[in-house]
Each structure stands twice: as C-alpha cells, then as structure tokens.
C-alpha cells in the first residue's frame, strides 16, 4: 500500500473546528483514503473513506484533493470527546486481505 | 449488542510461557486480524484470516501462532519465541477480506500483555 504522511501532533480549541492534513503523494487509482481513530487505551475506529468525491458523516467530513495526493480530515467542532490519535490510511481494494497499514498518526490535543 | 469481545484486558506471563489471547466476535464477519502495538506506534499486522479454517502471516508473525476454527473465534498465542512481547495486542474483523467491498474493520478493546 502506498505510503502517507501526517503531522505528528496537532492541537485545537473546544468547539473549534479542526483540520487534519494526509499527504499521500503516491496514491493509485484503486487505493481508497481512510481515516481511523484511536482515543486512549482503546482500540481503533472507523471515521470515514472515500476514493475522489468529498465525503460527510455524522462523525467528520473528508475533503479530497483534485489530484488524489492530498487529503483533510474536518472535525467541525472539536470536543474533548475527540482528543486520539487519528490514522490516514490508503488502501488498495485489489489487497486480497484488506489488510490496513497503519503510520504514526497525528496526536489530536483539545484544550477547554 | 453485536460487537468484538477481547479477553483479558490485562496478561501477565513469565518469560518462557506461552499464553492465548482471546478473540471473539458475533458480528458474522469473515475476516479477522490481529494487530500488535507498541508504545507510541502505529498497528503492525500479525496475522490475518479471511476465512474459516485459513489464515496468513502478515508483517511480524515470528514468535505467534492463531487458528480459526470457528466463525467468530480468532485466538492468538504468543509463544516463548517471541523476543519482546510486551504489547498491545488488538483484535479486529471485517465483513470480508476480498472479492467486494470490503467494508471497515471493527476493532476489540484490546488485551495489554507484559512478560515479567
């Protein structure tokens, strides 16, 4: 799976909105760009994917560039529920396995 | 509540022993994983499987074994080839590994294991 490249660390105000940026410069046409997050002690979950159109759910908002190299994660209103890890992950649905590859993630910190 | 149960939440083995980590889940998914994390880092995959009775290394299978026997049940043991297997070990299941969409994967609480 081609590789992405996120902030280590990145921090926000409650009730902010909050953009997380995933560069993934080598991104084929078959892989899909996921988002994961890991709140403290917790296991991963899923956030939202998408392949060329921005995407919206109840939890976020993906913005993907028009060139597929890039992408952003929008939190809307940030609360303290939402402080984690977030992953961007690429992944090529021809990957018999759907195997996911995790990066180090940006550490999300929400301050009061 | 459908969902992936993961027991225990805490392990603790002395060097040398081998011990099971549990999987379970009634989500009738047919894919299961196994990731490893450690301090700081992001998930390795250990092992998958994509269906009853099958299963496949993945980056760092050295020192483990799993089966699946069953549907809903993915144990993992750690064996005493494993140099360091203090970790995080997390459990996860998709609908199916291939052959469609392939959906997300849903992840179990995880079982923090520390050899003494």
């Known amino acids: ?112 | 509540d459908g969902g992936i149960t993961q027991s225990p939440k805490y392990l603790f083995r002395k060097e040398g022993q081998n011990v099971t980590l549990s999987c379970e889940q009634n989500l009738n998914h047919d894919a299961m994983y196994w990731y490893r994390q450690d301090p700081g880092q992001g998930l390795r995959l250990i092992y998958y499987s994509q269906i009853v009775n099958d299963f496949q290394k993945g980056d760092i299978a050295e020192g483990y074994s799993v089966s699946r026997e069953k549907k809903e049940s993915f144990p993992l043991t750690v064996t005493s080839a494993q140099k360091n297997p203090t970790a995080f070990y997390l459990c996860a299941s998709s609908i199916r590994a291939s052959g469609g969409p392939l959906g997300e994967q849903f992840f179990g609480p995880g079982t923090r294991l520390t050899v003494l």
């Not at chain 1, 991963?44 to 976020?60: C, D, F, Q």
């Open chain 1, 1 to 112: 799976d081609a590789k992405t490249t996120q902030p280590n660390s990145m921090e926000s105000n409650e009730e902010e909105p909050v953009h997380l940026p995933c560069n993934h410069s080598t991104i084929s046409g078959t892989d899909y760009i996921h988002w994961y997050r890991q709140l403290p002690s917790q296991g991963p979950e899923y956030v939202i994917h998408g392949l060329t159109s921005n995407v919206n759910n109840r939890m976020a908002s993906l913005a993907i560039a028009e060139d597929r190299k890039s992408s952003t994660l929008i939190l809307h209103r940030a609360t303290l529920r939402d402080a984690a890890v977030y992953y961007c992950i690429l992944r090529d649905d021809n990957n018999a396995g759907n195997m996911l590859t995790f990066g180090g993630g940006t550490r999300l910190m929400v301050k009061p």
